[in-house]
């Protein structure tokens, strides 16, 4: 393939590209993400891939891809093979860096050493697995394919073969102890892993949860108890090297998210695969979630999305909502220069109550989320948001 030897004259600001694979061998309770449990139109889907980044070869620009990022779904459910023909086709049609981060999220249950040993001989440079939790218990009542026992062994094996390696942990799940979060952190810690993606158990709608709760199997998710998790994980991990680069993302010096890092900073990024979202600045987009329709929508030599034209204040809430999560913050200079002195007034005015509150604080031209703040730093970036001042 050509990752080695792509031409980067003109280089402009690098971006990412996400490829959605929308496949997964079972339904956890609590993902409300665009997937299939059916395997019948993979092979359609691949190929409708192929499609879309052919039509979309020009969309970036002379813009290096410094990332790329499997997601879904559980893109493991495809061969490496697969996976590679995917990455040769986006080298084939964008300008990829001499170096490019390569993730592909993958569950414990797919990591065999031979799958393992085939990714590591691929393009694929970083792995970020969907551990969730060490207990068994915790992983029936999510519904995961996987049990603790094929955590533990995939990361042993995962450890001999990938530097770059982060894992996904779920916390504020009901009847999950102190104790057992501690411990939990622990395991992970103890494996030496350089990378954590920590997120609170959530209820959406349209996922099997609600109704586990509703009919008493599942007791409802105690926001006290989440918080709680969330303030041990932070200070369990800071004092053990990790940085707290965004809300709820740890990383060791020189593992960092690139790929994440770059959404975050507002970069541009390109969604290839069914629901998958991309953005440029200046308009998002997001493509039909539904396998049926991007399948026979790119048959047709169309690209199977919508497109949303960015206004002055959409920019402005894009980079309030990513900034605050983030160890950079929110500049104020930044603010001036991109939306002009009103934004910039308006935010300090909505601010105040928050810094009064301990939850913001400035630090030069920055605003910043404190570390009481974290937790709410979603509520807080939603009160900065405008919403009633004319177009820019």
């Known amino acids: 393939m050509k990752l080695t ?25 609590y993902c409300d993400f665009h997937f299939s449990t059916s395997m019948k ?42 996976l590679q023909s995917i990455i040769d086709c986006i ?3 964008f300008n990829i860096a001499t170096t490019p981060e390569i993730t592909i999220e993958a569950n414990p249950d797919d990591l065999t050493k031979e799958y393992i040993v085939a990714l590591a001989k691929s393009n694929v440079n970083r792995l970020s ?38 894992i996904d942990l779920i916390y504020g799940i009901p009847k999950m102890s102190i104790a057992r979060w501690q411990e939990n952190i ?19 709608p349209n996922t099997a949860l609600p109704q586990l709760i509703d009919k008493g199997i599942v007791p409802p998710v105690d926001e006290e108890l989440a918080e709680q998790h969330y303030r041990i994980l932070a200070d369990t991990l800071e004092s053990k090297g990790f940085i707290h680069y965004e809300v709820s993302n740890f990383g060791k010096p020189g593992f960092f998210s690139q790929n994440n890092t770059a959404y975050w900073r507002g970069k541009s990024y390109l969604g290839i695969g069914p629901s ?5 600045g200046k308009q998002r987009s997001w493509n039909v979630n539904n396998n049926t329709q991007y399948i026979k929508i790119l048959e047709k030599g169309q690209l199977p999305n919508e497109v949303e ?4 204040t959409d920019r402005y809430n894009e980079y309030i909502m990513t900034g605050l999560r983030t160890m950079w913050g929110v500049s104020l200079e930044k603010v001036t220069q991109n939306f002009g002195e009103t934004y910039k007034k308006y935010l300090l005015k909505q601010a ?15 605003l910043l989320v404190t570390k009481k703040g974290k937790f709410l730093s979603d509520g807080i970036a939603s009160d900065l948001f405008l919403l009633n001042l004319s177009k820019k």
């Not at 993979?42 to 002379?62: C, S």
């Not at 998958?276 to 440029?280: D, F, G």
């Not at 105040?352 to 920055?366: S, V």
């Open 352 to 366: 105040q109550k928050h810094i009064e509150a301990h939850l913001l604080f400035l630090d030069e031209e920055r």
């Open 276 to 280: 998958a979202h991309s953005y440029n």
């Open 129 to 166: 697995i969907g551990v969730q939790s060490f207990y068994n218990d915790d992983l029936i009542m999510m519904n995961r394919a996987h049990d603790a026992k094929e955590a533990k062994e995939c990361l042993l094996i995962a450890k001999q073969y990938f530097d770059n390696i982060s």
């Open 186 to 204: 622990k395991q992970a810690l103890d494996f030496k892993i350089p990378h954590l993606s920590c997120y609170a158990l959530t209820v959406e």
């Open 91 to 93: 080298a084939e049609h």
């Open 5 to 29: 030897d792509t031409s980067i004259k003109d280089r402009q600001e690098g971006a990412g590209i996400y490829i959605h694979i929308p496949f997964c061998k079972q339904a956890c309770h």
């Open 41 to 82: 139109k993979k092979d359609e889907i691949i190929n409708a891939l192929y499609k879309e980044i052919t039509l979309r070869k020009n969309e970036l620009g002379n813009s290096t891809i410094d990332t790329i990022y499997f997601g879904g779904g559980t893109p493991t459910v495809l061969t490496v093979n697969t």
């Open 309 to 312: 034209y960015l206004n002055g």
